[in-house]
């Protein structure tokens, strides 16, 4: 089945601790995006890379980065920078045609202690 | 700068009602617009796109319509029930990098 994976479900940091997310899609998508979700808020765009080895920052990147040596996988590093990590993160793809929808993973929640 | 309202921000239903949620948007200059929909905790699960050429999208009893030129979407639920209580996120897609900006989204509930 094709789809898009984020690991691990649940995340919990320490403070200072640098943390990193998990994202891979196996529907051949060349865009992939990283988007952080707070309660009763709607998403907001951290990073997003259109191919390989490039990637731009969205509304939210600071206190974040990213990297994209293959195109499957699109990692997001949360850094001891980010003042306020505890939120939901969600992956998505999409097929590279401005036509197409977008299809998302299914979110990593992770909490500072 | 592109922003994206929905409203209202929560709605509860008796099952069985026809219903309507709400997305405005201040820029018409969009490739299209999605509505999706996410369950507690979960990822998002795309419910219909419609193409800014577009007027309506239809899939079971959900329909989507789309007035570019006033900045508006609506999402219909008919004959509403209980599974279909969730939060409802509308986003539009606004230039060629293909993010997308959402809105706060419609947490709705459908009593039985």
């Known amino acids: 089945d094709g789809g898009i994976t984020q690991s691990p479900k649940y995340l919990f940091r320490k403070e200072g601790q640098n943390v990193t997310l998990s994202c891979e899609q196996n529907?051949?998508?060349?865009?992939m995006y990283w988007y952080r979700q707070d309660p009763g808020q709607g998403l907001r765009l951290i990073y997003y890379?259109?191919?390989?080895?490039?990637?731009q920052k969205g509304d939210i990147a600071e206190g974040y980065s990213v990297s994209r040596e293959k195109k499957e996988s699109f990692p997001l590093t949360v850094t001891s920078a980010q003042k306020n990590p505890t939120a939901f993160y969600l992956c998505?793809?999409?097929?590279?045609?401005?036509?197409?929808?977008?299809?998302f993973g299914p979110g990593t929640r992770l909490t500072v202690l | 700068k592109q922003e994206v309202t929905q409203i209202p921000a929560a709605l509860s239903v008796p099952e069985g009602e026809n219903l309507v949620l709400n997305c405005s948007f201040t820029?018409?200059?969009?490739?299209?617009l999605q509505w999706f929909r996410q369950d507690p905790g979960k990822g998002l699960t795309s419910l219909l796109l419609?193409?800014?050429?577009?007027r309506e999208q239809t899939s079971g009893r959900l329909n989507a319509s789309l007035d570019k030129s006033s900045g508006r979407s609506t999402l219909y639920i008919a004959a509403s029930q209980p599974g279909d209580s969730a939060t409802y996120l509308c986003?539009?897609?606004?230039?060629?990098?293909?993010?997308?900006?959402f809105g706060q989204g419609t947490t709705l509930q459908v009593k039985p």
């Open positions: 998505a793809s999409f097929g590279g045609d401005v036509w197409y929808e977008q299809f």
């Open positions: 529907l051949n998508h060349d865009a």
């Open positions: 890379s259109q191919i390989v080895n490039d990637f």
């Open positions: 820029d018409s200059a969009i490739y299209n």
């Open positions: 419609i193409q800014s050429s577009q």
């Open positions: 986003a539009v897609r606004a230039g060629n990098t293909g993010k997308l900006i």
